[in-house]
């Protein structure tokens, strides 16, 4: 998911967001341990994707903690 999509969501649905990601990466993992996973860029994904959505949070809370002062 691009920025931009994830900056319009709301903080909630940007924590929902993230527990999908981690949940996915760890299914990812879990497959690759077994040998069952084909496609092993799907994992670099989940793993970014998750730091997006980290990145975007803070932002959003920095921007709210710099409105408040």
Known sequence: MKANELRDKTPDQLREELVNL???SFNLRFQQA???LENTAAIRNARRGA???KTILNQKAADAAKSEA
Do not use: C, D, F, H
């Open 22 to 24: 981690k949940k996915e």
């Open 34 to 36: 077994t040998g069952q």
């Open 51 to 53: 730091a997006r959505v």
